[in-house]
C-alpha cells in the first residue's frame, strides 16, 4: 500500500504525462487552427484539386469551371437550398465538372497525339453505366459534341438510352455485354439512322447472331471483338481479365470468329479490337502490359484480312480518392496525360513496326469523368461520445480490482502507456468476471469501467503525440471514437463504400477555421448495424478509422459531405430500410453566379412503399379503420385519433429520410 505522499507524487507525474502528451505546438494549434490545418487534415488540395477548396470563412468551395473562374461556398449553397424546401441529404450535381473531365480528357489525348506525331484520332466513349440519370447523360453528350464524344451500352436498356440520346455526328456507339437477338437487330439497324453501332463481340454464341441478323436485314454491321488478356489486372477488378474472365474471347476464340465470319465473307466487318482490364486502375504498369498485348493482338488481327479501324482500350482510368497519388487502390500512381501518352506511344509503336495505318483511338471511361461532379451533402443529427472516465480516487477499503485499475490510471506515462494499456484492459476484463460471478457489485462494476476509460484517455493522448503508434494500440482509436449519427443511408448513397470498402473523401464543408476535436465514425440512419462508416483516407495511401470532426453542438446544422461519389454510386444504391433516392439538384454557374438547373426530387415515402407493392390509399384505409374501431371502444380520442391519420397521410408525401427543422 502505498503512503499519502506517494499517492500525491503519483497524481502529480499523471498530470506531467498528460501534460507531455499534448505537445507545445498541439497547443498551439488548438487556439491557432487554421484552414491550412484543414487542408493538410483532409488532403482536400490532393484529391479536390482543380474543384474543391477551403475558403477564408471555413467553408468549402467549389469550382466547377476548374481553373477558368467562379466559385461558390458549399456551405452558402446548402443553405439556400434549404430555403427553397430541398432537404438534407442533398445530391450536388455540377454540370460545369462533367464538362470540364470531358474537356480534359480530349485535351489530354489531343495533346498526346501532337507530342506523338499520331497519324490517327481519339474518339473517346461515356459507359452509361457508371451514371444513367437523364440530365446528366444529356449534358454529357452535349458537352461532347465538339469533340465527337460517343457512348458505350453495357446492355439493352443502356442500349435504348443511348440510341435515343446520342445525336452527335460521328461518335460511336459502342454496343457492349451480353446480347441476344432483338439486341443486335436494333444496333445493326441503327446504322440506317446515321449512328455508328460497333458490335462488340463477347461471346462466341454472338458472331453468328451477328451473321444471321445481318442476312435478314440485308445490312453489313460493324462488328468488334472483346480480348480476354493474359495481362494481370490489379486491385478490386483484377479478375476482368485473364482466361477465366467474365467476359471476352481467348485468342483461339478470337480465332475461331475470324474464321466463322471470314466463312460468312463478313471478315470486313471486323474493324475494332477492344479490351478492358478493369476499374480504378492504380498503377500505370498494368495498363501499359495490357496495351502492349493488346497492339499486338490488333496488328495481327490486320494481318489476318480483318478490315482494323478501332482500337478500343476499355475504361479503368482511375480516380485520386485520397490524393496521395501513389498506386493504393483508392489512389493512381499517374495522371490523366501520363495514361493518353502512353496509350498513344504504344500503340503507334506496334503499328509503325508492322507498317500499318494507326487505329482511331477508342477510350471508355466512366469513373473518371463523372466521379467529380457529385457531392452528397447530409447532416449530423447527434452524436454519443465514449463514457467519460472519470479518475475517482480508490479508497483503501475498496476492491482490489478498483485499486489495481486506480494505480494503473496514475502511473501512465511515456515510458509505460502500452504496458499500461494491457494492465487496464486485463484489469477491465477480470472486473467484469468478478461481476459476472457475484464478486463485485453494479456500483463497483461502473467505478471499474470509469477508471477504464480514464486509463484509455490518457494513453490515447500520449498515443497520438508519437510518431509511430505500437500495433496493439491502434484498436484504442476505434475503442474512443465518438459516433456521429447522420442523415443519410450508406446503402442508398454510398453503397461502393459498404459493399467494396471504397473509400471516398468525406469531410465537414464548414468551421474549417476551428480546430475538429473530435475523432468519430458515422452510423446511418438503417437498422443494419453494417451501415456505417468507419474507414477515412489518410496521409501515403493509408486508411484511419476514425475522422476529426468539430463538437458537434445540439441546434447548430453541422453539414458533412461525402465527394468524388458521381460515379456507380447512385444506380448500385439500395433501398434498405425503405430509405429511397435523395433530393438532387444541378446546379450551373452563370455570369454572376449560379443557377438551379435542376431539381430532382427524392422518394416520397408513398413511392419508396410502392416498389414493395403497398398502395397508400389502402394503407390509410388501413389504419383508419383501426382508428375507427379505438373509437368506438372509447381506447382513443376523437383529437388522438385525427392527429394520429394527420401525421400519417403527411408522412406518406414526404421526403423518407429525417427532418432536422
Ligand atoms: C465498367 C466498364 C467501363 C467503365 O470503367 P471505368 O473504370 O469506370 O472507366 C468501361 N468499359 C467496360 C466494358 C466496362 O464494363
Known sequence: MRAEGEIAGAIDKARGASGNGETALARAKATHWTIEDSEELYRINGWG??????????????????????????????????????????????????????????????????????????????????????????DLVRFGQPHQFGLEAGSKPELLIALASLNTPNALLICNGYKDREYIETAILARRLGKIPIIVIEQLEEVQLVIEASRKLGVEPI??????????????????????????????????????????????????????????????????????????????????????NYLDVGGGLGVDYDGSKTNFYASKNYNMQNYANDIVAEVKEACTERNLPVPTLVSESGRAIASHQAVLVFDVLSCSDVPTGAEEPASEGEHLIIRNLWETCQSISVENYQEAFHDATQFKDEAISLFNFGYVSLTQRAKAERLYWACCEKILAIARQQEYVPDDLEDLEKIMASIYYVNLSVFQSAPDSWAIDQLFPIMPIHRLNEEPTCRATLADLTCDSDGKIDQFIDLRGEIKSVLELHPFKQGEPYYLAIFLSGAYQEIMGSLHNLFGDTNAVHIKMTPTGYQIEHVVKGDTMTEVLSYVQYDAED?????????????????ITLQESRRLMQNYEQSLRRYTYLSST
Open 619 to 635: 394503407l390509410i384505409e388501413s389504419v383508419r379503420k383501426q382508428s375507427e374501431q379505438a373509437l368506438q371502444e372509447k381506447r
Open 49 to 138: 484539386d482543380p474543384y474543391f477548396s477551403i475558403n477564408a470563412a471555413g467553408h468549402v468551395t467549389v469550382s466547377p469551371r476548374g481553373d477558368r473562374g467562379g466559385s461558390l461556398s458549399l456551405y452558402e449553397l446548402v443553405d439556400a437550398l434549404k430555403q427553397r424546401n430541398l432537404n438534407l441529404p442533398l445530391l450536388l450535381r455540377f454540370p460545369d465538372i462533367l464538362e470540364d473531365r470531358i474537356e480534359r480528357l480530349n485535351a489530354c489525348f489531343a495533346k498526346a497525339i501532337a507530342r506523338y506525331n499520331y497519324p490517327g484520332y481519339y474518339r473517346g466513349v461515356y459507359p452509361v453505366k457508371c451514371n444513367q440519370h437523364r440530365h446528366l447523360l444529356e
Open 223 to 308: 462488328v468488334g471483338v472483346r480480348a480476354k488478356l493474359s495481362t494481370k489486372g490489379v486491385g478490386r477488378w483484377g479478375g476482368s481479365t485473364g482466361d477465366r474472365a467474365k467476359f471476352g474471347l481467348t485468342v483461339p476464340e478470337i480465332l475461331q470468329a475470324v474464321d466463322e465470319l471470314r466463312e460468312a465473307e463478313l471478315l470486313s466487318s471486323l474493324q475494332l479490337l477492344h479490351f478492358h482490364i478493369g476499374s480504378q486502375i492504380s498503377a500505370i504498369g498494368a495498363i501499359k502490359d495490357a496495351i502492349r498485348e493488346a497492339s499486338q493482338i490488333y496488328v495481327e488481327l490486320a494481318k489476318l484480312g480483318a478490315n482494323m
